[in-house]
């Protein structure tokens, strides 16, 4: 590599026109060596200003620019290629650990392969999907509808130990079916389109309400509460006797509300904790039911200590707000009776899977653990004075750039969260989809936007940034991202459960009255002028 240096006369004769630059000694595309990235593009073009009009220096302007607009789009490109691989890295890993875990039931790795392809073909068609691999039922499963069996699957291989373990406490059994105002169907209805006589007609619909039906007796209850409020405490200690001595129920609480028991009295030996996070990811091999006491902000929490498949949560209200916790602490007792009885109607709650892509980062091993949110993820300027600087992407088609305070980008359930207070729609918790929700934008045309629940939006920080981002997910685990680094967003495959006091249609609407105050209004005098 050598440098020369491009010299010419302008039109009146006033000297030479210089511009420093370096060239390669024979071919043309070793030159782009030396524009590794668009920072040194942009650093050259700063430096060398066109004061005058020669045809080769304005021609080398545009070709350097032409690198920095094809060095940003490869940045772009690697940012996708990245969070892509993890994807199919993580698949990779689900399907290894469950060939390893039926070749050690004895299963050949033919059949685990014909499961994961059922499995995936399920997905594909976005239906909430149960595992339960500690069911002995799962051969006589049944045909039509969906099973818990097929969803609350660990994917690792457990020692002799904890197989003799689970046979002593084994997970219930449940099924899933569709119903709509009585009538109920172990088949769950797609939508199906009619084509005949050239006519296009929807037959049918999959929007029923989902009821849960236990196969089997539930045995096990994780209790996960408030903390710091005495009057949860309370409850806490009174609903925990209540199981144990009328339903002969095993109990799991945090390590937190065993300290609390214990201190309040020896008879609360019985309950069970977790020491460490290995433990943790093995929860719902081992839980059945979970029981938060407070608002919505103890769903959310419950909901996180699950990284995979959830189960269903009974939520009470023991908060401000309470759009996901639809039953009264007062009446526990019939609630609880109710629902070990079953069959529960049902809200599956769709959470997103979050990736954070460095442009640091050499290859996908290198990315972060992803991160799953209930309600939403933030992406907001944080402390900078300056506006955040956003470019998106729906499914690598550019979306547009947020120029504001920042970008909300939410599930349906957390429509009534952050979303709203940005101007955001509220929208029923079981209609599919993404809400794209700017916070205080620079443009009076930027309007929020829902889009399906099938995309992957990717939202990057661009080069030219004034200032680094931060994003953060359901309110916590704030994360800085500079510039060049992106937030990968898409749909997760493991919902969450909760189950309603009468179905999901009632208990939004109501949530909504009850909590917001929705369309309050005096009802206007019957007395006034009228049209004849």
């Not at 009264?328 to 809200?347: A, F, N, V």
């Not at 990717?458 to 685990?477: E, I």
Request: net charge negative; aromatic share 6%; charged share 20%.
């Amino acid at each position: 590599m050598t440098t020369s240096k491009l010299n010419s006369t302008d039109p009146h004769g006033n000297g030479d026109a210089s511009l420093p630059c370096s060239l390669p000694d024979n071919k043309f595309s070793d030159s782009l060596t030396l524009f590794h990235s668009e920072k040194a593009v942009q650093e050259l073009l700063q430096q060398t200003p066109i004061q005058h009009t020669d045809d080769h220096l304005i021609e080398f302007s545009e070709a350097l620019r032409t690198v920095a607009k094809a060095l940003k789009q490869a940045a772009e490109g690697k940012a996708f290629a990245q969070a892509e691989a993890a994807e199919w890295k993580r698949r990779f890993e689900l399907e290894r650990a469950q060939n390893q875990q039926l070749e050690h039931k004895g299963k050949s790795p033919g059949e685990c392969n014909g499961d994961i392809n059922a499995q995936r073909m399920e997905n594909s068609t976005n239906q909430p999907m149960l595992r339960n691999e500690a069911n002995e039922q799962s051969e006589n499963c049944c045909t039509n509808g969906l099973c818990s069996h097929e969803i609350l699957h660990d994917g690792e291989t457990d020692s002799h130990a904890k197989a003799v373990q689970n046979k002593m406490m084994r997970k219930a059994s449940f099924k899933l079916s569709w119903w709509c105002k009585g009538d109920i169907s172990d088949q769950h209805k797609h939508d199906i389109v009619s084509f005949e006589r050239g006519n296009i007609t929807t037959a049918g619909r999959s929007s029923k309400q989902i009821s849960l039906k236990w196969e089997s007796n539930p045995q096990t209850v994780l209790v996960m509460t408030k903390p710091n409020s005495t009057s949860v405490q309370i409850l806490c200690a009174e609903m925990i006797r209540w199981m144990k001595e009328h339903k002969k129920l095993n109990i799991y609480v945090e390590p937190r509300v065993m300290g609390e028991l214990l201190s309040e009295s020896s008879y609360f030996n019985f309950v069970q904790t977790w020491k460490d996070e290995k433990e943790i990811l093995s929860l719902h091999t081992k839980v059945d039911l979970v029981v938060t006491l407070g608002g919505d902000g103890t769903v959310l929490w419950a909901a996180s200590m699950f990284k995979g498949p959830v189960p269903p949560i009974v939520s009470f209200s023991l908060g401000s707000l309470g759009f996901m916790t639809p039953f009264h602490s007062e009446q526990y007792r019939d609630c609880l009776d109710s629902i070990l009885k079953g069959p529960i109607s049902i809200t599956l709650r769709h959470r997103m899977q979050c990736h954070v892509i460095r442009d640091a980062a050499k290859n996908e091993y290198e990315t972060e653990e992803p991160i799953l949110v209930l309600n939403e993820v933030t992406i907001d300027r944080g402390i900078s004075s300056f506006l955040a600087n956003l470019e998106c992407y729906c499914d690598n088609s550019f979306v547009t750039r947020v120029q504001g305070d920042g970008l909300i980008l939410s599930t349906t359930s957390g429509s009534t969260a952050y979303s709203l207070g940005a101007g955001g729609s509220m929208v029923h918790p079981q209609v599919p989809g993404i809400l794209f929700t700017p916070i205080c934008p620079h443009s009076l045309s930027f309007r929020p936007l829902i889009l399906p629940e099938h995309v992957t939006i990717r939202v990057q920080v661009p080069f030219n940034s004034r200032s680094p981002a931060w994003a953060s997910f359901d309110g916590k685990d704030r994360k800085q991202l500079a510039a060049g680094d992106a937030l990968v967003c898409s749909m997760a495959p493991w919902p969450v459960p909760t189950a309603c006091q009468i179905d999901s249609t009632n208990d939004f609407l109501r949530s909504i009255h009850d909590g917001l105050h929705w369309n309050l209004r005096k009802t206007q005098s019957v007395d006034g002028p009228q049209d004849l």
